[in-house]
Nanobody, 114 residues
């Protein structure tokens, strides 16, 4: 079963930066568009950034200009560089396929203090 392992979260002050990493155990990683999702208490997971197989990124309006998604197919990894963080970015971040998500990993907690 394919697993996603997210890391890199933590506690940071507003205006700070974090870099999230996600490693996939799936051999088909290279042929799948991937996404970073964010979940906050009481809300559904939202897609904040996605990246196509060929590396083309796309962002939610709330993070555009501040977050950068990238991937390394050789490492089966996808990354999310988050700059100029605000308290509204607080949540648990997950990676998964962009389409037909697989079972979710444990995610990584990001907490931004004011």
């Amino acid at each position: 079963q394919v697993q996603f392992v997210e890391s890199g979260g933590g506690l940071v002050q507003a205006g700070g930066s974090l870099r999230l990493s996600c490693v996939s155990s799936g051999s088909t990683f290279v042929i799948n568009a991937m996404g970073w999702y964010r979940q906050t208490p009481g809300n559904q997971r939202e897609l904040v950034a996605r990246i196509s197989v060929d590396g083309s990124p796309n962002y939610a309006d709330s993070v555009k200009g501040r977050f950068t998604i990238s991937r390394d197919n050789a490492k089966r990894a996808v990354y999310l560089q988050m700059n100029s963080l605000t308290p509204e970015d607080t949540g648990v971040y997950y990676c998964n396929k962009r389409f037909e998500p697989l079972p979710w990993g444990q995610g990584t907690q990001v907490t931004v203090s004011a």
